[in-house]
Structure formats: structure tokens, C-alpha cells
Nanobody, 130 residues
Framework: QVQLVESGGGLVQAGGSLRLSCAAS????????MSWFRQTPGNLREFVAA????????FYSDSVKGRFTISRERNKNLMYLQMNSLKPEDTAVYSC???????????????????????WGQGTQVTVSS
């Protein structure tokens, strides 16, 4: 079983930066592809970014490309989302997620499908003021 816990959310002014962390428990972390999603009230989860189990492949939504960077430290069971040049429309609850190790590899085509993911964190609130 894998448990995911996010941290690092908060209130920041537009143009500012935040770094989110996702801590994973369980030995399967090192072979998990992982992603960040975000959600605002009344809306569906929106894919933000994904990273392969090795860390060599990363994918981003068009809305955050060039501003956000996903990374991971496999030996520490940690994944990060560095968010720069934040905008008010980035305000959301951000969650990390992972598919089961036996599930399909994440690709730019399927990474945004929340149905692929078996493990979810509880989320951390990011609020960007204008």
C-alpha cells in the first residue's frame, strides 16, 4: 500500500513562488510514476504535471508549462512541484497521485486521465492573490 501526503501550500502574491512536496510511504515509491493534479470547487480535477519512475521523463499541462517544474528524490521518497510566476488562476487544492506499479506507464496522452491513478494524497491548498 502507498500513502501520499502533500505539504507546502499557502498564500502567495501573484508572481511569487511556492514549492509543494509529496511524501510517499511504502517501498513501491521508487517504481511509481507520479503526478500532480489540482482542483477548484465545482470543477473536475485538472492534470498539472507528471514524472516517470526514473525521473527522466516529465510532462506538463499547457497552462503551467514553463512556470512549474516537477522533480523527485527517489532515495527520500519525495516528489516536488516548484511553482514560479504564480497567477490567481493557479489557486486550487493540489494533490499528488500515483498509479499502481503494475498499471500503465504514464505518457503525455494518458497522464491526464485521473482514472489511471490508484493512490491520492489529501491535497494542499494554494491561494494566489492578485
Amino acid at each position: 500500500q502507498v500513502q501520499l501526503v502533500e505539504s507546502g501550500g499557502g498564500l502567495v502574491q501573484a508572481g511569487g513562488s511556492l514549492r509543494l512536496s509529496c511524501a510517499a510511504s511504502g517501498s513501491a515509491f521508487s517504481i511509481l510514476s507520479m503526478s500532480w493534479f489540482r482542483q477548484t470547487p465545482g470543477n473536475l480535477r485538472e492534470f498539472v504535471a507528471a514524472i516517470s519512475w526514473s525521473g527522466s521523463d516529465t510532462f506538463y499541462s499547457d497552462s503551467v508549462k514553463g512556470r512549474f517544474t516537477i522533480s523527485r528524490e527517489r532515495n527520500k521518497n519525495l516528489m516536488y512541484l516548484q511553482m514560479n510566476s504564480l497567477k490567481p488562476e493557479d489557486t486550487a487544492v493540489y494533490s499528488c497521485a500515483a498509479p499502481h506499479p503494475s498499471g500503465p506507464a504514464l505518457t503525455p496522452t494518458n497522464a491526464g486521465s485521473s482514472n489511471l491513478y490508484d493512490y491520492w494524497g489529501q491535497g494542499t491548498q494554494v491561494t494566489v492573490s492578485s
